[in-house]
T-cell receptor, first 114, second 113 residues
Framework: NAGVMQNPRHLVRRRGQEARLRCSPMKGHSHVYWYRQLPEEGLKFMVY????????ESGMPKERFSAEFPKEGPSILRIQQVVRGDSAAYFC????????????FGQGTRLTVV | GENVGLHLPTLSVQEGDNSIINCAYSNSASDYFIWYKQESGKGPQFIID?????DKRQGQRVTVLLNKTVKHLSLQIAATQPGDSAVYFCAENYGGATNKLIFGTGTLLAVQP
């Protein structure tokens, strides 16, 4: 049973380009969470999605960032017109969704904006 | 607001000693808590969890204590090993419709051989 899969592991983008980060949850999990981590800091919640629905996006910047979790395929975190401040590690977690169940994390995508 | 904080940003212990990592959480309505371990360059790894109807839970070499009165969590690691060196995060689950985990800033555990 594969764990949470994120790709790419490393992504380099020039300022103004778009970044697309992918997350495939664990088998049987229908709930996905995205977090951002700056060096030497904790994980900051961004968005919580279920299949085809955004449940909580209170941590998402209002502009340039969007997330989806389609009926088929991985969850996508999309950052348009990237800026240097977007450089960070982005982690995805999945869970079965029942309240109080553990979430499993992927290995993250490290985005570098040059 | 969302705020889970740790008292000690860095903890250095000798191999074989016991380690205690502390965490304060802010939301009295949080009902589920998890400790994660994160090694350099990797994603957080689940260690142990505890629900709010418990005050102690034990795993293999690890124990989590929950004090709801003062909104405090601790992670105890027995007989600390070099492989335990990592950053440790506590996370609280706000529950309800959002079911999101809120993380603290982490404690770096450095095990000296």
């Amino acid at each position: 049973n594969a764990g949470v899969m994120q790709n790419p592991r490393h992504l380099v983008r020039r300022r103004g380009q778009e970044a697309r980060l992918r997350c495939s949850p664990m088998k049987g999990h229908s709930h996905v969470y995205w977090y951002r981590q700056l060096p030497e800091e904790g994980l900051k919640f961004m968005v919580y999605l279920q299949k085809e629905n955004i449940i909580d996006e209170s941590g998402m910047p209002k502009e340039r960032f969007s997330a989806e979790f389609p009926k088929e395929g991985p969850s996508i975190l999309r950052i348009q017109q990237v800026v240097r401040g977007d450089s960070a590690a982005y982690f995805c977690a999945s869970s079965a969704g029942t309240q109080g169940t553990e979430a499993f994390f992927g290995q993250g995508t490290r985005l570098t904006v040059v | 607001g969302e705020n889970v904080g740790l008292h000690l940003p860095t903890l250095s212990v000798q191999e074989g000693d016991n380690s205690i990592i502390n965490c304060a959480y802010s939301n009295s309505a949080s009902d589920y808590f998890i400790w994660y371990k994160q090694e350099s360059g990797k994603g957080p790894q689940f260690i142990i969890d505890i629900r709010s109807n418990m005050d102690k839970r034990q795993g293999q070499r690890v124990t989590v204590l929950l004090n709801k009165t003062v909104k405090h969590l601790s992670l105890q690691i027995a007989a600390t090993q070099p492989g335990d060196s990592a950053v440790y995060f506590c996370a609280e689950n706000y529950g309800g419709a959002t079911n999101k985990l809120i993380f603290g800033t982490g404690t770096l555990l450095a095990v000296q051989p």
